[in-house]
């Protein structure tokens, strides 16, 4: 099983690194992404995650962004 998280925001848009960041918060926890699709819009990346790693990588994409 897997589950999908999204980061989406209006601030991503221009903004170079992002989804690096979002790679290097997912790696640091050590949990592997099976998917990334970037939106056309461009605020939007989404990441297959498996669903034993759900809660992980939603709170080491969380902090990476709002604990700093």
């Keep these: 099983d897997?589950?999908?998280?999204?980061?989406v925001g209006e601030g991503m848009r221009?903004?170079?690194g992002m989804s690096s960041?979002?790679?290097a918060s997912l790696a640091r926890g050590k949990i592997?992404?099976?998917l990334?699709?970037?939106?056309?819009?461009?605020?939007?990346?989404m990441r297959a995650?498996?669903?034993?790693?759900?809660?992980?990588a939603i709170n080491a994409i969380?902090?990476?962004f709002f604990n700093k």
């Design 62 to 64: 969380y902090r990476r």
């Design 2 to 7: 897997i589950a999908l998280i999204c980061t």
């Design 49 to 56: 995650v498996s669903e034993k790693d759900r809660c992980a």
């Design 36 to 45: 990334e699709s970037l939106g056309g819009s461009k605020i939007n990346i």
């Design 14 to 16: 221009g903004h170079i």
């Design 21 to 23: 960041m979002v790679d």
């Design 32 to 34: 592997e992404h099976l």
